[in-house]
Each structure stands twice: as C-alpha cells, then as structure tokens.
C-alpha cells in the first residue's frame, strides 16, 4: 500500500444513525450557521503519475466540521446545497479557502502542486465563476497554473452557452478544467467536442471493473485512446487495490487517484508528501 495510507482515517457524521439533520429545513438551517461560520474545511486527495508516483496535482474536497455531529460528507450536504441555492456562498468558500492553502505552502517554503476543486453545475448556471477564481488567485497571489476546476459531464449538457462561454473564460485565465466522474452522465461524447477540456477523471465504477471484466477493460481502454486522442489526460478515480494499478499502467492512464496511493488528508498531512514527492512504496514503484 501507498506511504500515505492510514492517515487521515477520519470518523464521519452517519446520516442513517441521527436525525438532527433528517428535515430539509434544518439541515438548511444548520447549513446557514456553517457558512456563517465556516464550519467548513477542505481535505486533499493526491494523484500521482501511474508509472513513478509521483505527486502530480491533488483534488480539494469539502468536508462539514459540525461542532456537535464532527465531521460531514459532501454527500449529506451538497445535495441539498445546490436544490436551496446555498451552494453558491458555499463554492465562494471553497474557492477562497483553496487559494489560501496555496498561497500557505508557498509561503511555507513548500512547493505547491495544482489543486484542483469540484464547481457544481448550479455554480455555473448562476454565473460569475469566472470572476470568482480570478479574485481569489490575485487576492491570494496565486498563479492561476496551480487552480484547476472540475465539473461533471452533466453540468456541461445541453445547448447552455453561457457556460460554455464561462468555461472558455476560466480556462483563458489558465485554469485547467476537468470532466468529473466521466461515464455517469448522458452527455459524454457530444460534449467532449464541443467544450476543450484538459483531464478526463474517469469514474471509479469504471475503475472497479478492471480485472473482474473483460469488457471492463476494453471500455476503459477505449476511454483512453480517445481521451488521448482529443489531446487530454486520464485520471482514474477510485484506484484501490494493486491489481487494477497494474492494468491502469498498462493501458497508459496517466495518473491514478484512489485509497491505494492516499486517502483525502488535511493540508497539514499534505505538507510533508509535498516534499517526498513520490508517494508509491517499493511494493508499487514499477
Ligand atoms: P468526486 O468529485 O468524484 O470526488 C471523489 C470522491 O471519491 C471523494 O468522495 C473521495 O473521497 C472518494 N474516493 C477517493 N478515492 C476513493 C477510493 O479509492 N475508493 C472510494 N470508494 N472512494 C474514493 P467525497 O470526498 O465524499 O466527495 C463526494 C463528492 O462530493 C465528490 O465526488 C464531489 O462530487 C462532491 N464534492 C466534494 N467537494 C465538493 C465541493 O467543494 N464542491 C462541490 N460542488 N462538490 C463537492
Ligand atoms: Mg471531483
Ligand atoms: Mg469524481
Ligand atoms: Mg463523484
């Protein structure tokens, strides 16, 4: 397993097990008093070059601190989030707050690698993203090569050219967009000509199958040879086990994300890989 693994094994608020948060209007209640005061922390997830491990970009993921329940999944609250339009001061944070820990590992001496956060559809649809992110990397002194945005195939869907045009306008300011979960939505192929996107994230139900299908494989090849062809990278999602690391190498995925390499950690965990640089051990060094 990674060098990173069994850190940041963080004990998660269980929906199922209470109901202080079962009503939509409390939830949305408790989620005002945490945008008031911003119970809300980002966790980083590395990916790594397939081949050496090496430290590439990590993904920024949003966790709910909750004074009394602990720490929240994204998926308990997102949800909700983008149906009451909460999500908009809420990606205002996460955007704010990436840009802050970059600027901290720099000003900590540490060399940065591009993080890259998760913009919901209904972020786009309201517009003024674009602005967003260039406020915050001239607030912070952030090159705009250290930002990198991913959205869902489904938030590009359709004939929406307002975000196609904010997409075009944030990937001018050099940001690098990324399609997120790419093979759960509708839209894949026909949107993947039309907008130019820079890392194709494959989801990880399709990582899952590698090894145990044969059409798994061959799908996920097929992704990538396209990916490739189009000009992008491939990031697989989800890689758990060595086996399916295996296959990833030899289908040239580019990079790999998942539980084998490292969990989402908090920024202080993030500091020391950044200076280790490569993260697999010498069972997965190739
Ligand atoms: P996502 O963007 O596809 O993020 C990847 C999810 O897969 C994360 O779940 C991550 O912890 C999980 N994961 C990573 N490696 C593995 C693995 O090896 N195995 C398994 N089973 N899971 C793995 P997380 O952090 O719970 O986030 C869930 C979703 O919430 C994200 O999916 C994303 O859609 C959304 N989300 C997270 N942060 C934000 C945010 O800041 N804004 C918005 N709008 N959505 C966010
Ligand atoms: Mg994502
Ligand atoms: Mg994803
Ligand atoms: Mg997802």
Same mark, same amino acid.
């Given at each position: 397993?990674?060098?990173?693994?069994?850190?940041?094994?963080?004990?998660?608020?269980?929906?199922?097990?209470?109901?202080?948060?079962?009503?939509?209007?409390?939830?949305?209640?408790?989620?005002?008093?945490?945008?008031?005061?911003?119970?809300?922390?980002?966790?980083?997830?590395?990916?790594?070059?397939?081949?050496?491990?090496?430290?590439?970009?990590?993904?920024?993921?949003?966790?709910?601190?909750?004074?009394?329940?602990?720490?929240?999944?994204?998926?308990?609250?997102?949800?909700?989030?983008?149906?009451?339009?909460?999500?908009?001061?809420?990606?205002?944070?996460?955007?704010?707050?990436?840009?802050?820990?970059?600027?901290a590992w720099r000003?900590?001496?540490?060399?940065?690698?591009?993080?890259?956060?998760?913009?919901?559809?209904?972020?786009?649809?309201?517009?003024?993203?674009?602005?967003?992110?260039?406020?915050?990397?001239?607030?912070?002194?952030?090159?705009?090569?250290?930002?990198?945005?991913?959205?869902?195939?489904?938030?590009?869907?359709?004939? #929406?050219?307002?975000?196609?045009?904010?997409?075009?306008?944030? %990937?001018?300011?050099?940001?690098?967009?990324?399609?997120?979960?790419?093979?759960?939505?509708?839209?894949?192929?026909?949107?993947?000509? %039309?907008?130019?996107?820079?890392?194709?994230?494959?989801?990880?139900?399709?990582?899952?199958?590698?090894?145990?299908?044969?059409?798994?494989?061959v799908f996920f #090849?097929?992704?990538?040879?396209?990916?490739?062809?189009?000009?992008?990278?491939?990031?697989?999602?989800?890689?758990?086990?060595?086996?399916?690391?295996?296959?990833? %190498?030899?289908?040239?995925?580019?990079?790999? #994300?998942?539980?084998?390499?490292?969990?989402?950690?908090?920024?202080?965990?993030?500091?020391?890989?950044?200076? #280790?640089?490569?993260?697999?051990?010498?069972?997965?060094?190739?």
């Amino acid at each position: 397993a990674g060098k990173a693994e069994g850190k940041g094994q963080y004990r998660f608020f269980d929906h199922a097990q209470s109901n202080i948060l079962k009503t939509r209007t409390q939830l949305r209640q408790r989620l005002l008093e945490a945008i008031d005061k911003r119970q809300f922390v980002l966790h980083y997830q590395p990916r790594v070059d397939t081949r050496t491990g090496e430290l590439l970009s990590m993904e920024a993921l949003l966790r709910w601190e909750h004074p009394q329940l602990g720490m929240i999944r994204p998926d308990e609250f997102i949800p909700l989030a983008e149906s009451s339009g909460l999500i908009v001061p809420i990606g205002a944070i996460v955007i704010d707050a990436a840009c802050a820990q970059l600027a901290a590992w720099r000003a900590q001496g540490a060399v940065p690698v591009p993080v890259s956060i998760n913009v919901s559809p209904k972020q786009f649809l309201r517009g003024g993203v674009q602005r967003e992110l260039a406020d915050a990397l001239a607030r912070y002194h952030v090159p705009a090569g250290l930002l990198e945005v991913e959205i869902t195939e489904s938030a590009m869907m359709g004939d #929406q050219a307002e975000i196609l045009a904010e997409l075009a306008a944030i %990937r001018a300011l050099g940001v690098k967009l990324h399609v997120d979960d790419f093979g759960t939505g509708y839209s894949s192929l026909s949107q993947l000509q %039309r907008m130019k996107m820079d890392v194709l994230k494959v989801d990880r139900s399709f990582t899952a199958e590698l090894g145990r299908s044969k059409e798994g494989t061959v799908f996920f #090849q097929a992704i990538v040879s396209m990916a490739h062809a189009l000009g992008m990278e491939v990031v697989a999602e989800g890689v758990e086990n060595e086996a399916q690391l295996t296959i990833l %190498r030899a289908l040239n995925c580019n990079e790999v #994300q998942g539980y084998l390499v490292a969990r989402p950690l908090p920024a202080a965990s993030i500091a020391p890989l950044l200076a #280790q640089r490569y993260l697999f051990d010498d069972a997965l060094a190739a």
